[in-house]
């Protein structure tokens, strides 16, 4: 049974440049999330999708990012015009459909985003 | 804002010796969990434990939980090098759609 998926593992952009995220799930689990972690620091929530919907965007910038989790296909991560400070690490993390709040999230192995 | 914040930040030890590191959190918690990350990789689920329970254990990791302090316990015994790596305590934010992490303790085991 495959882990959560991601790609690309490492991606380099230059300032002004979009950057696109991809994490394809556990097989079985329905609902994705993606965190952001920077050199030394915890992982960051960003957002929570469930397969077409949106859940929570609270860790969110307002503008540049935005994410998506079609029927099909894999959930995206998209950062448009990327500057220096989005340089990061950005996990993926999947767990199935639950009833208890706070259940485990399994992770992947990031997408180490550059900036030059 | 942190919700849980790990101390030490950093332990340095000796193989065979025991690591504990410690996490304090801010709110009230459904559950607590305990990751564990490699350098350069990503995260791997160590244990859970629930608010209702206030030790847990698996295999070499002990895991305890005092709620009216608002903080945990993660215990490696016998540590190993393998086990060098960064250790996240995490928890359920109030809506329950997100982990919240701690900057994270960074072991150090040395044979």
């Known amino acids: 049974n495959a882990g959560v998926m991601q790609n690309p593992r490492h991606l380099v952009r230059r300032r002004g440049q979009e950057a696109r995220l991809r994490c394809s799930p556990m097989?079985?689990?329905?609902?994705v999330y993606w965190y952001r972690q920077l050199p030394e620091e915890g992982l960051k929530f960003m957002v929570y999708?469930?397969?077409?919907?949106?859940?929570?965007e609270s860790g969110m910038p307002k503008e540049r990012f935005s994410a998506e989790f079609p029927k099909e296909g894999p959930s995206i991560l998209r950062i448009q015009q990327v500057v220096r400070g989005d340089s990061a690490a950005y996990f993926c993390?999947?767990?199935?459909?639950?009833?208890?709040?706070?259940?485990?999230?399994?992770f992947g192995p990031g997408t180490r985003l550059t900036v030059l | 804002s942190q919700q849980g914040e790990e101390d030490p930040q950093a332990l340095s030890i000796q193989e065979g010796e025991n690591a504990t590191m410690n996490c304090s959190y801010k709110t009230s918690i459904n559950n607590l969990q305990w990751y564990r990350q490699n350098s350069g990789r990503g995260l791997v689920h160590l244990i859970l434990i629930r608010s209702n329970e206030r030790e847990k254990h698996s295999g070499r990791l002990r895991v305890t939980l005092d709620t009216s302090k608002k903080s945990s316990s993660l215990l490696i015994t016998a540590s190993r090098a393998a086990d060098t790596a960064s250790y996240f305590c995490a928890t359920d934010n109030q809506a329950g759609t997100a982990l919240i992490f701690g900057k994270g303790t960074t072991l150090s085991v040395s044979s």
């Open positions: 999708l469930q397969k077409e919907n949106i859940i929570d």
């Open positions: 993390a999947s767990s199935p459909p639950s009833r208890d709040r706070g259940s485990e999230q399994f």
């Open positions: 097989k079985g689990h329905s609902h």
